[in-house]
């Protein structure tokens, strides 16, 4: 049942009063935000990139998800309000690298109720670096790419205040509310940075006016770090990031979340001197530890009572040091090595009878290290070429006799498994006069299978009704990979557009084993997973930045895929042609935003899978802002109207058919100081 709006008047009140900020607010009246500060991409695409994530966090309640759904390289799998995976080109889970800070973090729910995203506030963040294919195999082996969420750093002052923010939001869609700010100063050598937010939401509504239940979720998220100066080019810094997520809905999946915890600690260091042959210098020791829980006791009619844990903890470390030999001539290596355990489990509770009880994730480990290069080498200042390789060693083993006994029972090989990835990216861009380039890009990547795919035991799947079971002899995914791209960087006038083509072997997919009954009660059977065959994907982005007057701004972004396996049946979680166009007055301290997102019906659908067909939509949307004294700070203002017309749909990688929040009203406020 629904909270009324002003029973959480005091909580946001105490929100405002004891959470703070980084100055956001210059004298020049402008927004200086912490949220994201860039999103770097590869070559002449970093600049572009991010502005225009500068241009879609203007709205300062916009969760991380929101911008990256924005973005057009990628889409989310959305399974709830709340914990969405990221994709990238609609590559997911095991093959594409999703980093915190350069660090390796592991959810620990075998239905990806929680990617590492969901422990992450965009208030924590620097910026995202987003690198597609092969361009993102320099920090680890993947096929679709890198996002790394690069943790905000502190900062010097030459002043002894302490600085911040504070801001909340309310949505009327869910009767939401949400809290959040920054405190940092600095002191002599020292400089830290605290922040915190709180989320809380209602089942929301669709367009029809319905109640999506099981949608709602609870969460609180701090960080903590200090940094200290060492000389002038080198610091060490301390970063410490909780975050608790409880009461969590997941109205497409059978189970809702109780408890989802992640502890996240690193010790760096950082050392920068444009004088020396070696510029940029960082070391990172790092540790983090997942606890995650479904649970199914608010659930009607269950037939059976479950408690299903899972357990991450992952250790790890990397090195990187840049290297400046001319002018036109560098080379970046890294070296990295990590160790991850993961294990899950489920007890189930039938009536009058015994608990039964088994292992999910058999308790297993994977043990890795890799080494990576990148060289780029700048014939003039209109030619570039870069060069990029990764070797990594993997090891993957099962660490108790219970675990081995669990993957016996399905003829798995219970023996430790090593695996030696390669990964090969060659890109060459040539710029033209008035700021025109030209990019072209090829290579190979390669995966290793994940721990569901090598060791998962019964885990059921909502989405086509099955039961899986991991398959140890499982090969590692490969992909041939091209790409050309093209683009102008005017100051009034900047576009960027890119085609690829990736062809893909020993593509990984479940597959019916008539062998097996299922587990799951009302399950269709069992999917054991294998080895398919071959697929490829093709697809291209675009996006457009027009400064049409001083104070009048379009910004446009389209995405597009096509992908299929050599049986002719389509791949599954593709998103079709999808359109986001904004439109943006904004003047000293008013700002008007109207914007349109439109989304093709999807036909293309896998019927192995079990997908159905996706109608298109068209969305309207509708944002201002204003900017006024207060005191002596600033406070922005913010209103808006998003799915003005109450529009019923959902988006093809939405899970369980259930549709979208229709409208959304919401109001928030920001004060700097």
């Not at 909270?3 to 200086?32: A, M």
């Amino acid at each position: 049942m629904r909270k009324h709006f002003f029973e959480r008047i005091p909580v946001c009140l105490y929100i405002l009063l004891w959470c703070s900020n980084t100055p956001l607010f210059g004298q020049d009246d402008s927004i200086k935000t912490v949220l994201l500060n860039d999103v770097m991409i590869t070559a002449e695409q970093k600049q572009t990139s991010q502005q225009l994530v500068q241009f879609f966090r203007y709205n300062q309640g916009a969760t991380l998800e929101d911008i990256l759904s924005r973005l057009p390289e990628m889409s989310l799998i959305r399974r709830s309000s709340y914990g969405m995976e990221p994709t990238i080109r609609n590559y997911s889970a095991g093959q594409v690298n999703v980093m915190v800070g350069g660090m390796r973090l592991h959810g620990a729910c075998t239905d990806k109720m929680d990617p590492a995203t969901i422990y992450i506030e965009p208030i924590n963040l620097e910026n995202i670096q987003l690198q597609t294919g092969t361009q993102g195999s320099l920090k680890g082996s993947a096929l679709g790419g890198t996002i790394d969420m690069k943790i905000a750093e502190p900062v010097y002052y030459d002043d002894n205040r302490v600085h911040g923010t504070i801001q909340t939001g309310y949505q009327s869609v869910s009767n939401g509310f949400y809290g959040a700010g920054i405190l940092q100063g600095s002191h002599g050598r020292w400089a830290y940075r605290t922040s915190g937010t709180f989320r809380m939401s209602d089942n929301y509504t669709d367009g029809d006016g319905k109640e999506v239940a099981f949608s709602q979720f609870n969460k609180v998220n701090a960080t903590l770090a200090a940094r200290y100066r060492l000389t002038d080019y080198s610091f060490v810094q301390a970063d410490v990031i909780a975050d608790d997520g409880w009461d969590i809905g997941y109205p497409a999946l059978p189970m809702d979340v109780g408890m989802a915890k992640a502890r996240i600690a690193s010790v760096s260091y950082q050392e920068h001197d444009p004088s020396k042959i070696r510029q940029h210098n960082e070391m990172k020791l790092y540790y983090n530890k997942v606890r995650h829980s479904m649970d199914d006791t608010k659930r009607p009619d269950v037939p059976i009572h479950m408690d299903m844990p899972g357990l991450s903890e992952t250790a790890g470390f990397y090195a990187t040091t840049d290297l400046k030999f001319s002018p036109g001539n560098s080379l970046l290596l890294r070296a990295d090595a990590s160790t991850t355990f993961l294990t899950a489990s489920m007890t189930m509770y039938p009536e009058d009878e015994p608990p039964m009880y088994m292992l999910t994730w058999p308790d297993n480990r994977r043990n890795q290290g890799g080494i990576s290069a990148q060289w780029q080498w700048q014939a003039d200042t209109m030619k570039t070429l870069k060069v990029q390789a990764r070797l990594d060693a993997v090891q993957s083993m099962l660490t108790t006799q219970e675990a081995k006994d669990h993957v016996s029972v399905t003829g798995g090989n219970t023996n430790n498994r090593f695996d030696l990835l390669k990964n090969l990216g060659v890109q060459y861009v040539r710029k033209f006069r008035n700021n025109r380039w030209l990019q072209a890009s090829a290579g190979f990547a390669e995966r290793m299978p994940t721990a569901s795919e090598l060791y998962g035991f019964y885990l059921y799947n909502a989405f086509d009704n099955y039961d899986y079971i991991g398959a140890t002899d499982l090969k590692n995914e490969q992909s041939l990979q091209a790409e050309i791209g093209a683009g102008s960087t005017r100051k009034k006038f900047k576009w960027q557009a890119a085609v690829y083509y990736h062809y893909m072997f020993d593509y990984i997919l479940g597959e019916v084993n008539p062998d097996y009954s299922a587990m799951t009660i009302g399950a269709n059977g069992v999917k054991v997973y294998t080895n398919s065959g071959n697929a490829w994907k093709a697809g291209g982005e675009a996006s457009l930045q027009w400064q049409m007057a001083p104070l009048f701004a379009v910004v446009s972004t389209v995405r597009y895929t096509y992908a299929q396996h050599d049986t002719g049946d389509a791949l599954p979680f593709i998103s079709p042609f999808k359109n986001i166009t904004s439109f943006r007055y904004a003047a000293k301290r008013f700002s008007v935003q109207a914007e349109y997102e439109a989304a093709a019906a999807q036909n293309h659908i896998s019927t192995i899978a079990g997908e159905r067909i996706t109608s298109g939509y068209f969305l309207t949307h509708f944002r201002t802002g204003y900017v006024f004294p207060w005191g002596k700070n600033l406070m922005n203002l913010q209103a808006g109207i998003e799915n003005i017309f109450d529009a019923t749909y959902r988006e093809h990688l939405d899970w369980g058919n259930l549709y979208r929040p229709g409208r959304n009203i919401y109001l928030q406020i920001q004060v700097g100081f």
